[in-house]
């Protein structure tokens, strides 16, 4: 099976009529990976495979534009009739089980061992499913979160998550024939921490990583998808920049 990657979601920081929150299914060596759980995502998600057949999921952080229809997840697999022939790994930064516990109010996640087998990410975690290696990069956000590389068969898919201008980023996205990348804010404010991408920094990380190609996603209010790219396109000079749209396919 090649790297695929399928667009579930894209919008920030809520979603949106035909647009939901990020959400993305990678594809690869046997393997099927929910990649961030956004509001509306895990519908968007069986449209295009059966929720059952999931290997893994894979959580940047725990922003709930990136992790809440987790929620929704719990009630398909629970008690929705989409039983799962095993607990499904969830790979995820620490005190995820923690959040989902409470939203039940519960002590601790133990009610959901039989859907969830929750799997803390680290700088540098690794993990193999098939003949797909997925490799987490801590990145810079307002909370702990991460990067991700997927590679299969010579092949490498990179995806920022959420972040800032970082090292990280570099690590996750250097040499990537496809780099999905958030693109969130206009400009940066003096004085405040770097904690989103504006276009022009996705497009100086996707020409100092050196990528086959940037794909913008996670363009925020203040920005369309469209202007982002182009923004983004003016400064990764002679790389193929498009944007992410609901519902496409992409071979890497």
């Known amino acids: 099976m090649p ?26 060596g046997g393997a099927e990976v929910w990649v961030d759980a956004g509001p509306g995502s895990f519908a968007e998600l069986q449209r295009h495979t059966d929720a059952k057949r999931l290997t893994a999921v894979w959580i940047s952080h725990l922003h709930a534009d990136h992790s809440a229809d987790l929620l929704s997840a719990v009630y398909g697999f629970a008690y929705g009739g989409l039983t799962l022939p095993a607990p499904l790994p969830v790979y995820a930064p620490s005190h995820l089980a923690q959040r989902l516990a409470g939203f039940f109010g519960r002590p ?6 039989g859907v969830f ?15 797909l290696l997925l490799t987490s990069h801590a990145v810079e956000h307002d909370v702990e979160a991460y990067g ?5 068969e010579g092949r490498v898919l990179a995806y920022s998550g959420d972040s800032g201008p970082c090292d990280g980023l570099l690590h996750v996205a250097g040499g990537a024939d496809l780099f ?18 504006t276009p022009e920094d996705a497009g100086t990380v996707a020409e100092r990583a050196g990528v086959g190609e940037l794909l913008v996603t996670h363009v925020g209010p203040t920005l369309t998808p469209e202007s982002a790219t182009e923004r983004a396109a003016a ?3 002679g790389g193929r920049t498009s944007t992410a749209r609901e519902g496409d396919t992409r071979t890497v």
């Open 3 to 28: 790297l695929t990657l399928t667009v579930l979601g894209t919008a920030s920081p809520h979603p949106r009529p035909g647009r939901p929150c990020s959400g993305y299914l990678l594809r690869g």
């Open 108 to 113: 601790d996640a133990g009610f959901l061992s």
């Open 117 to 131: 087998d929750f799997r803390s990410l680290y700088d540098g975690h690794t993990a193999r499913h098939g003949d």
């Open 148 to 152: 991700l590389r997927a590679e299969c």
């Open 180 to 197: 999905l990348c958030e693109a969130d804010i206009d400009r940066h404010c003096g004085g405040e921490r770097q904690v989103h991408l």
């Open 235 to 237: 400064v990764f000079d």
